[in-house]
């Protein structure tokens, strides 16, 4: 069964610190990987989809296909970096229907 | 406009009540979304509408009942909720169903008393 595990709920960092959001997933075949990211009193909003291969607002994610990951990176966080960051999953066999994971609350401190 | 609008922002109602929560969108999107959220939980998928047809839905309570008047309207209709329905309710569209980027509404927080 398709399934993304995100292991960290809160992760907590110094501005200017490097941050790592960790994401794996399981799926047999060739996924869509998403991250969505949530700002306090705003909006589900995508924040990077693999296959596009950008940079958004500093955050990079590489697809590992063998470790069966798609990490999020930003080198040096900021305090607006402060939000709830989800991974997601979409497989063509279910449609595009999005499975994501359990979330984790990124806190960037002064 | 390229957003998905959701009305309205708050509701509150009783568990004999009926109400509707109004989704939409103006993007030209075939695929339109009702997802539930409870506090600093992911989103759950409930419905899936593709080309104004329910596509998907997710074993959900019959006391939720959705509704696409038309391809930018989708509607979600509450009869009879219990307090532990209490969440945001977000509707998003897609371009089509399938694996294209879904864009979220800002959502409706419900409390049923």
């Known amino acids: 069964a398709q399934r993304v595990t995100q292991p960290e709920k809160l992760l907590s960092v110094f501005k200017g610190a490097p941050v790592e959001l960790k994401c794996n997933y399981s799926?047999?075949?060739?996924?869509?990987l998403f991250w969505y990211v949530q700002y306090s009193r705003q909006r589900l909003q995508l924040l990077l989809r693999?296959?596009s291969r950008e940079s958004i607002k500093g955050f990079t994610a590489d697809l590992n296909k063998g470790e069966t990951s798609f990490h999020l990176k930003k080198p040096f966080a900021q305090e607006e970096d402060s939000a709830m960051y989800y991974c997601?999953?979409?497989?063509?066999?279910?449609?595009?229907?999005?499975?994501f994971g359990q979330g984790t609350e990124l806190s960037v401190k002064p | 406009d390229t957003e998905v609008t959701q009305t309205p922002k708050h509701l509150v109602m009783g568990m004999t009540n009926k109400k509707s929560l109004k989704c939409e969108q103006h993007?030209?999107?075939?695929?339109m979304y009702w997802y539930k959220q409870k506090a600093k939980k992911p989103p759950e998928l409930m419905f899936v509408?593709?080309?104004?047809?329910?596509?998907i839905n997710e074993s959900v309570p019959s006391r939720f009942s959705p509704e696409c008047p038309n391809s930018s309207l989708l509607n979600l209709h509450l009869h009879a909720l219990q307090p532990e329905d209490s969440a945001l309710y977000l509707c998003?569209?897609?371009?089509?169903?399938?694996?294209?980027?879904?864009?979220f509404g800002p959502g409706t927080r419900l409390t049923v008393l």
């Open positions: 998003a569209s897609s371009q089509d169903f399938g694996l294209s980027e879904q864009f």
């Open positions: 993007m030209g999107h075939r695929a």
């Open positions: 693999h296959i």
């Open positions: 997601a999953l979409s497989t063509y066999n279910q449609g595009g229907k999005l499975i």
């Open positions: 799926y047999s075949g060739s996924p869509e």
């Open positions: 509408y593709s080309y104004e047809k329910l596509s």
